[in-house]
Structure formats: structure tokens, C-alpha cells
């Protein structure tokens, strides 16, 4: 990958940095939290086995929405149990884990993290090997720590995307989405500003708003991510999302073509539980 440069790493304290708006990896930042150092599979099973989970089946961003159900204890057990043969492994995406077991929450130092003042959201990502984000940019910045595993992030800046003419169309309610990966894209500009960071149990990355990235792990993984931003500028997103996905439920945006509902034939039209 020769267009990819490594990500720089910056030894400043995050809350300072994301004043730049430039992307950049914290090594190590949050390798004293209880939840990097405690947390294992089988103990975030246990939490509770039979909890019904819905996984994507493979890139929703550049292939075609499709969903599977399984329980939170069934879908863990196999992360590290099965060898990732399938072309299209199942990912428990943006999973609100604090909000299932808000005991958790005392395992984590976030506030050490997020500039004072802004408000945020979070989310975990739990995947086995291989486990795929298409190239995507979001309307908010994220401060995302590593909790298990080894994670992969491509990233291009804001423009890259549009200057290929590779937009696509897809609906999603909270991103932007491209018709290739990140490889392809870098493979076609002479431009630089393609990154890329492998990142470890500790690290944080800060991936600021409309900044491109493709994601994929390595290795099994847990990732918690939190999408942040001073109070006034979350809630005007917020609320612009809101009225698109008015839109879309009323099959007057994205119809047919979006992250949030199966578009595989057996699953016509089901809602992903985090997009509600
Ligand atoms: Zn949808």
C-alpha cells in the first residue's frame, strides 16, 4: 500500500488536539482503563447470553444491506471459535453496549478524553477478523478507543471522494457514503492524504467529521466509539438528520438504497435497530 502513509501520532492530550481537526492516533491513551485491561469475549457474553442481537451481513456500505439475528452469547462465542471463511462475516454494529449494562460504565474514563463542554454518543463495534466498514465519512467527530483486538483504519480527507466522482448515493442517516474502498480511491489520485493505522487495546483515534475512512479488523475486536461536538452543533446535525430520515421512512429519500433496511430478498424492508 504505497499511497498509504502512516497515520501521525500525537503525544498531546486528545481533548487539546481535536482542536486541529486533523486525524491522528493517541498510542496507549486508555490502556489504564478497567475496560481495556478487564474486559475479555466471554465476560461480555456472559453480560446476558440470550440478549437477541441483529448483525450485518458483510460491507452494507458499498454491497447491499442485508441483516442476521443471533443472541449476544451465541454471536461472541463464535468471534474467536470460527475461522473467518465467509466473504461477508457478521458484524454487531454500532451496538449501544453502555446502554444495555450501564454497570459498564464504570470501566471507562471518558471524561478524561472529551473537551469540556461538548456533549456525545457512543457506540461499540464487536466483530470477528475481517469484519468490514466500507469507505464512509460522518457528520461528527469521533474520538474511538480500541477496547480488544487489532483494527485497521484507512483514511482520506474530505475532498477525495468528490474529486474521484465517487459520491454515492446511498442512504445512511448519519454518514456519507463512497462507491469504492479506500484502496481503489488511493490507487487512482495522484494526491496525497491517504492514511492509514493499525490500532491496538489503549489507542484512541481521532477521526474528525468528513474525513473518509474504511475500517477492518485484523484481528477479533471490540472498538467504542464517540461521536462528539460542542452542545449546539451536535443538536442542529441532529436535527437535519432528523428531518432526512422523515424523509426516508416516508420512502421519499433513499428508497430501496440505504444502511438501515435489508434489501436482501429474504428480509425485505427490516429496520436495523440502530438506525431507529
Ligand atoms: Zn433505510
Known amino acids: 500500500m504505497p499511497m498509504f502513509r502512516p497515520l501521525p501520532a500525537s503525544e498531546e492530550a486528545p481533548a487539546l488536539h481535536v482542536r486541529t481537526r486533523t486525524p491522528t492516533v493517541f498510542r496507549a491513551a486508555a490502556a489504564t ?13 456472559s453480560l446476558d447470553p440470550g440478549l437477541p442481537v441483529q448483525l450485518v451481513a458483510g460491507n452494507r456500505e458499498t454491497a447491499r444491506t442485508r441483516f442476521t439475528s443471533s443472541t449476544l452469547g451465541s454471536y461472541i462465542g463464535s468471534l474467536t471459535r470460527d475461522a473467518p471463511s465467509d466473504d461477508a462475516p457478521a458484524y454487531l454494529k454500532e451496538f449501544d453496549l453502555l446502554k444495555k449494562f450501564p454497570q459498564l460504565r464504570a470501566d471507562l474514563r471518558s471524561r478524561e478524553l472529551f473537551p469540556s463542554g461538548t456533549i456525545r454518543s457512543s457506540a461499540t463495534w464487536i466483530g470477528p477478523s475481517r469484519a468490514r466498514t466500507g469507505l464512509h465519512c460522518d457528520l461528527l467527530d469521533n ?7 487489532t483494527k485497521r483504519f484507512y483514511l482520506a480527507g474530505p475532498g477525495a471522494v468528490k474529486r474521484a466522482g465517487k459520491e454515492s448515493g446511498k442512504y445512511d442517516a448519519w ?6 474502498g479506500a484502496e481503489e480511491l488511493a490507487a487512482g489520485q495522484e ?5 492509514v493505522v493499525d490500532l491496538e487495546p489503549g489507542d484512541v483515534l481521532y477521526v474528525p467529521a468528513y474525513w473518509w475512512h474504511e475500517v477492518v479488523n485484523l484481528t477479533p ?7 462528539f461536538g460542542p452542545r449546539t452543533r451536535v443538536l442542529s446535525r441532529w ?6 430520515e422523515c424523509l426516508h421512512r ?8 440505504c444502511t438501515c433496511h435489508d434489501h436482501s430478498d429474504s428480509g425485505a ?7 431507529a
Open 175 to 180: 454518514a456519507r457514503l463512497s462507491l469504492v
Open 269 to 275: 424492508g427490516r429496520r436495523s435497530p440502530g438506525s
Open 191 to 195: 494526491h496525497g492524504g491517504f492514511f
Open 239 to 244: 436535527a437535519w438528520v432528523q428531518a432526512r
Open 250 to 257: 416516508a420512502g421519499l429519500l433513499g428508497r430501496g438504497d
Open 33 to 45: 482503563w478497567p475496560a481495556v485491561k478487564d474486559w475479555s469475549f466471554p465476560y461480555l457474553a
Open 221 to 227: 475486536g471490540v472498538l467504542l466509539s464517540g461521536f
Open 143 to 149: 474520538l474511538a478507543v480500541q477496547i480488544m483486538g
